[in-house]
């Protein structure tokens, strides 16, 4: 089993770039897929992005299509989602998520939290 923690979540001016990072402990990710999820105040939680075992494939929420870019180094244990064009509804708590048998995620990190302000 891994155990990842989220970095690099914080307070950006509207049309400001973020870069989240998730470093996996414990064994190694190549076998999981990754994503990341966020949950605003109020509302559920929501995918944002995905990343295949290759990291040849993404899969993204349709809002945040070409802003956010998610990746993996598997030989850093580390998933990142770099966030440009950030608008004041990205604003939540971003969580990292893993999942080894290609169903559910179900490896979470604590989460980071991101703010854009207008």
């Known amino acids: 089993q891994v155990q990842l923690a989220e970095s690099g979540g914080g307070l950006v001016q509207a049309g400001g770039p973020l870069r989240l990072s998730c470093a996996a402990s414990?064994?190694?990710?190549?076998?999981?897929?990754m994503a990341w999820f966020r949950q605003a105040p109020g509302k559920e939680r929501e995918f944002v992005a995905a990343v295949s075992l290759s990291g040849r494939n993404t899969y993204y929420l349709d809002p945040v299509k070409g802003r956010f870019t998610i990746s993996r180094d598997d030989a850093k244990k580390t998933v990142y989602l770099q966030m440009n064009s950030l608008k004041p509804e990205d604003t939540a708590v971003y969580y990292c998520?893993?999942?080894?048998?290609?169903?559910?995620?179900?490896?979470w990190g604590q989460g980071t939290q991101v703010t854009v302000s207008s």
């Open positions: 998520a893993a999942s080894l048998s290609g169903g559910e995620y179900d490896v």
């Open positions: 414990g064994r190694t990710i190549s076998n999981y897929r």
